[in-house]
């Protein structure tokens, strides 16, 4: 499983802390709560 550091480099964001928030705001959810609801 990927960590937020990884996938918001993937996505060209360097600060993890601004991809967690905005994450957030985008979803509606946390980043980890997000992949607890959908872990399989």
């Known amino acids: 499983m990927l960590g937020v550091k990884v996938i918001a480099g993937d996505l060209g964001i360097e600060d993890s802390y601004y991809f967690s928030r905005l994450f ?8 980890n709560e997000y992949r607890n609801r959908f872990r399989r």
């Open 24 to 31: 957030k705001k985008l979803m509606g959810v946390a980043s």
